[in-house]
């Protein structure tokens, strides 16, 4: 079992930035492929991006890349969404999430992800 709490959110205008966190509770944070999902209202919950293990592969939905970067620090069981240039569409609640499987690759799949967090606002106004 692993607990996540997101924190960051927030109200920003267009073309700001924000930065997301997601702490993990347990060390062994290494072993769990990471990804941040978001669900604006009325909507499906979405994938955003995910981070391999060490770090070392991310993967991004079309309309965020190039604006979003996801990193993670083992050493502090954290993983980070950087949000730049911003756009009235990105705002959701994000959620971040972990994959136990091990898998080879990544998924996209929201169901396949284990843990989720609680969700933090982004408000980003036009």
């Known amino acids: 079992q692993v607990q996540l709490v997101e924190s960051g959110g927030g109200l920003v205008q267009a073309g700001g930035s924000l930065r997301l966190s997601c702490a993990a509770s347990?060390?062994?944070?290494?072993?769990?492929?990471m990804g941040w999902f978001r669900q604006a209202p009325g909507k499906e919950r979405e994938f955003v991006a995910t981070?391999?293990?060490?770090?070392?592969?991310?993967y991004y939905r079309d309309s965020v890349k190039g604006r979003f970067t996801i990193s993670r620090d083992n050493a502090k069981n954290t993983v980070y969404l950087q949000m730049n240039s911003l756009k009235p569409e990105d705002t959701a609640v994000y959620y971040c999430?972990?994959?136990?499987?091990?898998?080879?690759?990544?998924?996209?799949?929201?169901?396949?992800?284990?843990?989720w967090g609680q969700g933090t606002q982004v408000t980003v106004s036009s």
């Open positions: 981070i391999s293990r060490s770090g070392g592969s991310t």
């Open positions: 347990r060390r062994t944070f290494g072993s769990y492929a």
């Open positions: 999430a972990a994959d136990s499987s091990r898998r080879v690759g990544f998924t996209t799949l929201r169901n396949e992800y284990d843990y």
